[in-house]
């Protein structure tokens, strides 16, 4: 099945500086890369995706790229701000014709004002 | 309405009790998962029912029973559960008309095995 790896577990920057997580998977027929933001005692929230049919995708502050021959995609956020620390999780999706999401185990983002 | 919606928002229950957890969406979607999570964990897939009917069962013990009686409700039924099953129950829905789609979380159902 699929396997996705993701680093860093735990990631602080100062307010307006970038962040970058970064997730690998292992299933080359994968090709939905969700990222999910879940705040303390709150449901995961999806905050951006990509499809395979597609290398990069930006909404506002946030980009994710995805390098399909590496196997690995990435989720940028720039100008952090204290409401952007969560923790934030990767997936991909697992199978032909399943909607399964493996998901990485999470990166904690914290931004210090 | 965009939202799935879950209750109770948390629940303590013995371990000889019976209980049910709800999920409901008016989204139209087909797709409806149980998942379970633990502190610091990512969420754990349990069920995915499609078209109302169970389609994965990531080889759950049987006192998680799940039922979906229509495409808006999705439901979990607990029996004699344990203390180690205490964690936050996240409903998910996804449409079913693409492959791999969006899926959208509930507020989850805390819950605690005494």
């Known amino acids: 099945g699929e396997n996705v790896e993701q680093h860093p577990s735990t990631l602080s920057v100062q307010e307006g500086d970038s962040a970058v997580i970064k997730c690998t998977y292992s299933?080359?027929?994968?090709?939905?890369f969700p990222w999910y933001k879940q705040e303390l005692g709150k449901r995961p929230q999806l905050i951006i995706d990509?499809?395979?049919?597609?290398g990069e995708k930006k909404d506002q502050r946030i980009a994710v790229t995805l390098n399909k021959t590496a196997k690995h995609f990435s989720l940028h956020i720039t100008e952090t701000q204290p409401e952007d620390s969560a923790v934030y999780f990767c997936?991909?999706?697992?199978?032909?014709?399943?909607?399964?999401?493996?998901f990485g185990k999470g990166t904690k983002l914290s931004v210090i004002p | 309405d965009t939202e799935v919606t879950q209750t109770p928002k948390h629940l303590v229950m013995g371990m000889t009790n019976k209980k049910s957890l709800k999920c409901e969406q008016h989204?139209?979607?087909?797709?409806m998962y149980w998942y379970k999570q633990k502190a610091k964990k990512p969420p754990e897939l349990m069920f995915v029912?499609?078209?109302?009917?169970?389609?994965i069962n990531e080889s759950v013990p049987s006192r998680f029973s799940p039922e979906c009686p229509n495409s808006s409700l999705l439901n979990l039924h607990l029996h004699a559960l344990q203390p180690e099953d205490s964690a936050l129950y996240l409903c998910?829905?996804?449409?079913?008309?693409?492959?791999?789609?969006?899926?959208?979380f509930g507020p989850g159902t805390r819950l605690t095995v005494l």
């Open positions: 299933d080359s027929a994968s090709n939905y």
């Open positions: 998910a829905s996804s449409a079913q008309v693409e492959v791999r789609g969006v899926q959208f």
């Open positions: 989204m139209g979607h087909r797709a």
């Open positions: 990509i499809r395979s049919n597609v």
């Open positions: 997936a991909a999706s697992s199978g032909a014709g399943s909607y399964q999401l493996t």
């Open positions: 029912y499609s078209y109302e009917k169970l389609s």
